[in-house]
């Protein structure tokens, strides 16, 4: 039987990792208090989070081979999650930036801590290298070398494609209702979220595991980027429809002007009436405003909208699931654990 990792097991090898790359760093003599900055960094900005998207190559490989692993195997498997981690801290340190976040995790965002400021953004680059200074320490001699280096590049470049996408379709500072189309909105969550947060660590644990074809890895790829869709749909479903006591916060899509599945699904419903209060309402600092969006949602029935999705996309991600010719070393039990955790879910 295959064994899931716990967070405890899966943070226990980061303290590893970290001494890799601190050594590193030091064989460039770094002077000490710039090696204590770049500590700090590498500590803060990685951990703190669920780690989903790390512990998914650790439990994928064990999927794959249908046993739990050596400790050998899941060392090397777990940092490869932990390159996904990251992947996610150079993202995130950067988003924060960008959007002009206050925090994250519960804490001030990095930028905002005392003395850091834009030195942020030279942090996002230093956990970016971080990947590479730990790919070339331990799977160097991997038959699948280049392939990991290929594709967490290829996966950095389309997650910063879909970002771009995002910043220009819907900026918080200036409402234009005709930037947004269903055709965006795919593009944003295929390419900001889809491929990193749920190809990444399966496509990881094939090439770990030396199962990457071109076969195997385009049907990971049509399994799991609907998924990944579904999921941030979901999301922004939660975000206006969930309760903040189970989702862990209020939801700010609507006075952020995001580009989200329901304001989409609304401007293809509204009237002209209803475009209208859209265009006066959305995208507002304003609690009054706010209400009058929720209720055109209500109105609308986006609810039931998005229950009728759900059940449609699940369906079609099952029927995917039974047609995998499990011969070619892909095992369905992966792709039926990431449905598992996401269908219904009410955070």
Known sequence: MAKQTTIKEFEAVYEKLQETLLDHAKSYKLPQ????????????????????????????????LGRPLTEDEYFKSATLGWMTELLQAFFLVSDDIMDGSLTRRGQPCWYLKPGVGMVAINDAFLLESAIYTLLKKYFRDHPAYVDLIELFHETTYQTELGQL???LTA????????????EKYRFIVIYKTAYYSFYLPVALALHFLNLATPETLKQAENILIPLGEYFQIQDDFLDNFGLPEHIGKIGTDI???????LVNQALELATPEQRQILEQNYGQKDDAKEATIKTLYDDMGLKKRFEDFEEK???????????????????????????SKIYKRSK
């Not at 006075?255 to 989200?260: A, I, L, Q, W």
């Open 33 to 64: 208090t710039e090696l204590e900055w770049y500590k700090q960094n590498i500590r803060e900005n990685p951990m703190g989070g669920k780690c989903n998207r790390g512990m998914s190559v650790p439990d994928s490989v064990s999927l794959l």
């Open 171 to 182: 900026p918080e500072d200036k409402v234009n209702l005709d930037n947004f189309s269903m």
């Open 165 to 167: 996408c995002d910043l």
């Open 313 to 339: 996309r699940a369906g079609e991600l099952r029927a995917m699931i039974d047609q995998i010719d499990e011969s070619t070393g892909l095992k369905k039990d992966i792709f039926e654990v990431f449905l």
């Open 255 to 261: 006075k952020d002007n995001k580009c989200s599945w």
